[in-house]
């Protein structure tokens, strides 16, 4: 056994977990607080619906006979349950982890969070610099779809842009081209801030391995980072969405906070609309 591992706290972890949980109002996370909730906080499985782990998984967390939660599981349930830098480390601690050194890019500001709940008619998300989505609002989900998840690059719009074809169906094709070289010249850009950082690395590695059209992109040594774009969503349910793309950047760069809204003389807005209403009863 590795000297530098540490013992898991289950106890200590579950009381952490559910103390936590109750605090964290609906609302704070963009869903209805309903009549029927026994409790102001979030249920399990909407905490693990945020976190994008199964439910089962979860409660065994919060009844302390789960197996030792991973270091990005552990990310995912600060980020959905709001933890402040202090709790954060405090989480890892009792999971039987190191904290995070330094600033995590996983941890969102709390400014980025606060802006988030502020934006409940308008989809709006929070990236890392390397395109991991680390916390959405309820409108976001409703548009995009989930995917806050928890493995290794499966919420990176890079990633999933390349690696998922699913992805691309929700863009006109027309317009594959121009998004992939924006994908590309973005993430350019933050692994030359992040020189060797290896998490960079790996991402692009694993993009280089996985798509001949990123490696050819890759290859243009484009730069560009994204700070505002039109966008086209084909949404199935209310159909073709246009949207301006707007990009507000942390003051320290490795986080941004992305919102979509109606360009002018549009009917986006009533599209918005109807989508809060479908995409609320969908994840309740």
């Known amino acids: 056994m590795d000297d530098d591992r540490m013992m898991i706290n289950r106890r200590e972890l579950a009381d952490f977990l559910r103390r936590c949980r109750d605090r964290v109002r609906p609302q704070d996370v963009g869903l209805p607080a309903g009549p029927r909730r026994r409790a102001p906080g979030l249920r399990r499985e909407e905490i693990a619906q945020l976190a994008g782990m199964s439910a089962d998984y979860y409660v065994r967390l919060e009844q302390a006979r789960s197996p030792q939660p991973s270091p990005q599981m552990l990310a995912a349930l600060a980020r959905a349950l709001r933890l402040s830098g202090d709790e954060r480390d405090h989480l890892y601690l009792l999971a039987g982890q190191r904290p995070p050194a330094g600033r995590s890019t996983d941890h969102v500001a709390p400014a ?4 988030l709940d502020q934006l409940a008619t308008t989809p709006a998300q929070v990236l890392s610099d390397l395109g991991d989505v680390l ?29 998922d074809p699913a992805v691309r169906a929700a863009y006109p094709e027309e317009e594959h081209a121009y998004y992939s070289r924006l994908h590309v010249a973005d993430l350019r850009a933050a692994t030359a801030r992040r020189a060797g950082d ?35 969503v084909l949404h199935s349910v209310v159909g073709p969405v246009d949207l301006d793309c707007q990009v507000l950047l942390a003051p320290e760069g490795d986080q941004r906070l992305v919102f979509f809204t109606p360009p002018p003389g549009s009917d986006t807005a009533d599209r918005l609309a109807l989508l809060k209403v479908v995409g609320t009863e969908q994840f309740a």
């Open 112 to 115: 980025l969070l606060h802006l």
């Open 135 to 163: 916390a959405q609002n309820a409108a976001a989900r409703a548009l995009l779809g989930g995917v806050c998840e928890v493995s290794e690059h499966g919420r990176n719009v890079v990633w999933r842009w390349f690696a």
């Open 198 to 232: 290896p998490a960079a690395v790996r991402l692009v590695e694993r993009l280089r391995g996985a798509s001949e059209e990123f490696a050819a992109l890759w290859e243009l040594h484009e730069v560009a980072v994204r700070r505002h774009s039109r966008v086209r």
